[in-house]
């Protein structure tokens, strides 16, 4: 594929059509992909598995057509008249549109690639890209990263997995961007590269997606294959994976998190230290929010920032000072009677929510949801955290199995049940936290709405609105729950 904006050329009296691309889920990021394309000139078809009236009238707006499930005959000649094909992020890689892509030998991009290549044609040349990618963390650590250079006074922007897609995003007028990684994405990037780019773990997930854990762990790969040597990859130092990974990179290397990490916590007699590579970076103390997992995130995007030579120390501190993160990640909603509510309904695997229980001691710890498979053993690994808990939905019973150490192990149907449970149970200094470490879809459309209803069945027990909630002294803000 030529990387030349493709508008139609007339020369003579023979026209060149415009090359026609092929979008295949039309949700959010498809239709983004869909109309960026119609944006340089291509001819646009789209596709669906279920093509819904909104659907239908987004494909009629754009006046593109719309085919409804398409068999494999009608999808391979489409293939072939096609110079790109797009899957949403949606479509896994064991969809019939990908096979058949592939085997057509067809150049198959996600959003993240596109507007890559787009990116490398603006006049004045492309603008950096900060890139991150793990199955577990990737939200906050953008969201951090973006507020570093924001307090470097860059405009900037969280793109890629976020409520922008970085086709979107370079539509605007910013000095950088910060692209939130999926592995739905990176698996379609033959080219796309980050001047920095941060891996941050790798656990056992979207196996509905992707073909094995291989292919899995080969997609998140891919946020450093095309990297150059003057490029940074950061990776994570205490998991294995990343760091047989990380020996491949082509850029160089630097690593966050352990004691011997380039990027570390150092324990010294006046107070904790972030240093780095040319000395500290902040102290423990001046952060908003400092439980082990935010010192692990800031670690990685301090790297980020630095190594791309973005932003300094002095940004650094000024962001940390003030970023609370995003709702539904270890969200304070509250405290009374001495004991503190936390929402961390994200944490929609086992490895996501163990991370979140190493940060607490005396939990009341409420875990559940839909059962995807998955091992929940590794959720019980900070067991000694756990004063009691509480399982809930479909996987009741394998967290009370995995939790059979724990002094109190309740199981119930409902949230709301646990949730009045947990109040019963609660003592003065301890810690209720909702880390489901299972998807939400058994009960819930999301795990925001699964969040959301804690938190207000929380507020509703102790007959407080949000803001009364709020108000109260935040524990993450002192390094200790």
């Given amino acids: ?4 904006p493709p508008d139609s050329v007339a020369a003579g009296n023979v026209e060149t059509a415009a090359p ?5 889920g039309l949700a959010v990021t498809g239709v983004s992909t869909a109309r960026a394309l119609l944006r340089r000139g291509y001819d646009v078809v789209a596709a669906d598995d279920a093509v819904t009236p909104e659907r239908a009238a987004v494909a009629a707006e754009l006046g593109i057509p719309l085919l409804d499930a398409p068999d494999d005959a009608t999808l391979a000649d489409l293939v072939d008249e096609c110079e790109l094909v797009s899957p949403a992020p949606g479509i896994p890689e064991t969809h ?3 096979r058949i892509a592939l085997q057509a030998g067809a150049d ?3 959003e993240i690639e596109l507007a890559y290549r787009w990116e490398q044609l603006r ?6 890209m900060l890139a991150v990618t793990g199955t577990d963390g990737k939200t906050t650590t953008t969201l951090m990263t973006v507020a570093m250079l924001q307090a470097a006074g860059l405009s900037t922007v969280d793109a890629g997995n976020t409520a922008t897609p970085l086709v979107d995003a370079i539509e605007d007028d910013h000095d950088a961007f910060v692209v939130e990684c999926t592995s739905f994405r990176l698996a379609w990037t033959p080219s796309f590269r980050a001047e920095a780019a941060a891996w941050l773990n790798l656990a056992p997930d979207h196996l509905d997606w992707h073909r094995n854990l291989e292919t899995y762990e080969d997609a998140k790969f891919r946020i450093w294959i095309n990297q150059r040597t003057s490029d940074t990859a950061v990776g994570f130092a205490r998991d294995a994976t990343v760091m047989r990974r990380i020996a491949d990179a082509p850029g160089r290397v630097r690593t966050f998190g352990a004691d011997d990490a380039d990027y570390r916590l150092e324990r010294r007699a006046d107070g904790d230290v972030l240093v780095g590579p040319h000395g500290d970076i902040v102290r423990r103390d001046a952060m908003r929010r400092s439980l082990p997992h935010d010192v692990t995130n800031a670690l990685a995007a301090s790297a980020l920032v630095l190594e791309s030579g973005l932003a300094d120390e002095g940004a650094i501190a000024s962001a940390l000072a003030s970023f609370v993160g995003p709702r539904h990640r270890l969200e304070h909603v509250g405290r009374w009677n001495d004991i503190d509510w936390f929402n961390d309904s994200k944490a929609t695997t086992p ?3 163990a991370v979140a229980i190493a940060g607490f001691d005396d939990l009341v710890l409420i875990a559940g949801g839909k059962d995807k498979g998955v091992d929940l053993a590794e959720m019980a690994v900070g ?3 756990v004063r009691a808990v509480i399982g809930i939905a479909t996987t009741a019973p394998s967290i009370a199995e995995a939790f059979a150490s724990v ?6 149907a409902t949230l709301t049940e646990a949730v009045d449970l947990a109040a019963q149970i609660a003592r003065p200094g301890d810690t209720v936290l909702l880390s489901p470490g299972c998807a939400s879809l058994d009960q819930y459309p999301s795990f925001e709405a699964r969040g959301d209803e804690f938190v207000a069945l929380v507020e509703r027990l102790h007959r407080l609105p949000r803001s009364a909630a709020n108000a109260t002294s935040d524990p993450t803000s002192t390094g200790a729950p």
């Fill in 1 to 4: 594929m030529s990387d030349a």
């Fill in 108 to 110: 198959v991009v996600s």
């Fill in 351 to 353: 490895h996501a929510a």
């Fill in 123 to 128: 006049p004045g040349g492309p603008r950096p």
């Fill in 383 to 385: 067991a000694h955290h």
């Fill in 20 to 24: 026609r691309a092929l979008v295949y």
């Fill in 96 to 98: 019939r549109v990908v």
């Fill in 407 to 412: 002094p109190i192990v309740e199981t119930r």
